[in-house]
């Protein structure tokens, strides 16, 4: 049986279930990611559609075309806390993205990519085998 993890919002009406570890992980320095979680960095953490197990509780949809990436997302917060919990890229059409830091105390595993790394904070250091990807 592979793993499960829950990754939930702030006030925890709204959740996503999924199973195994992720095809892909990043910690993203964007302007959009700080914006969005409203930190020094999002953690995106992509799994195979096919990979989630359950979602519960009610999301609202910010979608929006994305015009510098030419792609549309669809970001799922929840709509009474406004965590941004998941979400779906058009160029990434077998993943959906969690994110990260709502899995919280279910620890998932160490990144790999350091994305859009040219707007990383000064202050902040990252292990050196990370992939580091500048814009
Ligand atoms: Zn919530
Ligand atoms: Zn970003």
Redesign the pocket.
Known sequence: MPTKRTAL??????SITVEGGPQMQGVCHCTDCKRRTGSAFGISSYFLKTRVASTSGETSVYAFHHAARAQDQARHF?P??G?TLYWTISSLPDLIGVAGGCFADESLPEPTHSITHRKKESWLTLPQTWKVIEE
Request: aromatic fraction near 0%; include cysteine; hydrophobic fraction near 20%.
């Open positions: 919002c702030a006030c925890g009406q709204a929840c009474r806390c965590s």
